[in-house]
C-alpha cells in the first residue's frame, strides 16, 4: 500500500473513530472541542416535592397534618458541563475555546407520552467553561410557580405521582469565537409529595 494510501486510511479511521465516541448529541462538534453535559443530579433521579412539610408533621400528639409551616419550594438541578478537546489527538493547549452558557430551555414529556406537569420555559445563566475542564452549575428545574397551579397544587397531601422526562438545551457560544453552541441533557422526575419532615431528609 503506498504512503498516500495509508494516509488515507488512517485518516478515515480516526475520523469514524471520533464520530462513534462522542454519541449522537453532534450539533456543538468542530474539530477542536466539544462541550456537553458530564453529570446530571449526580447521576440520580429528580424527586420534585411539590411542598415542604416543614418541622412538623402533624400536631403534637395527634394525627391532625399541621400546615401552617408547610411550604412551597423552587427545585434547583446540579449539572456538571465538561469541555475537552474533541478526541485525543487533539492537545488541549490547542483547543483554545472557553465556552460562556448563556441560556437553556427545560420541557417534560411524561412516561405515557404525554405532556408533562410543567409547562416548557426558558431561564437565563451564566456558565463559563474554560478549556479542558470541568464546571459544576445550578439551573432551576421546576419554577416556584408552577408549583401553585394544577395539577401540581392538586397533589398535596396526597399520594399520587407523576413519572416524566426533562429535557434540557443549553444555549451559548465559544469566547474567543464567538460560535455559538448548544447541547442537551435528560434526567427523570418524579413529582409527588412525600410526607417527610426537613429534619428527616438531612
Do not use: W
Not at 173 to 200: M, W
Amino acid at each position: 500500500m503506498s504512503a498516500m494510501k495509508q494516509y488515507a486510511v488512517v485518516t478515515l479511521f480516526l475520523m469514524t473513530a471520533a464520530v462513534l465516541s462522542v454519541g449522537c448529541d453532534d450539533t456543538n462538534y468542530d474539530s477542536r472541542t466539544v462541550v456537553y453535559v458530564s453529570n446530571v443530579n449526580d447521576g440520580a433521579p429528580f424527586l420534585s416535592d411539590v411542598l415542604q412539610q416543614g418541622d412538623s408533621l402533624y400536631y403534637s400528639k395527634t394525627t391532625i397534618l399541621k400546615l401552617e409551616d408547610d411550604y412551597i419550594e423552587e427545585d434547583v438541578l446540579k449539572v456538571e458541563i465538561h469541555n475537552r478537546p474533541y478526541n485525543a489527538f487533539v492537545e488541549p493547549e490547542y483547543s483554545l475555546g472557553d465556552f460562556l452558557v448563556t441560556s437553556y430551555d427545560v420541557s417534560f414529556v411524561q412516561s405515557n407520552g404525554v405532556a408533562g406537569p410543567v409547562p416548557a420555559f426558558s431561564g437565563e445563566t451564566a456558565i463559563l467553561i474554560p478549556a479542558d475542564s470541568k464546571v459544576e452549575a445550578y439551573i432551576v428545574l421546576v419554577p416556584f410557580d408552577r408549583k401553585t397551579v394544577s395539577p401540581l397544587v392538586d397533589m398535596e397531601y396526597t399520594n399520587l405521582e407523576i413519572y416524566s422526562d426533562a429535557h434540557i438545551t443549553f444555549h451559548g457560544h465559544e469566547v474567543q469565537t464567538d460560535r455559538e453552541i448548544e447541547f442537551s441533557c435528560g434526567i427523570h422526575v418524579n413529582f409527588a409529595d412525600p410526607l417527610t419532615l426537613e429534619k428527616d431528609k438531612e
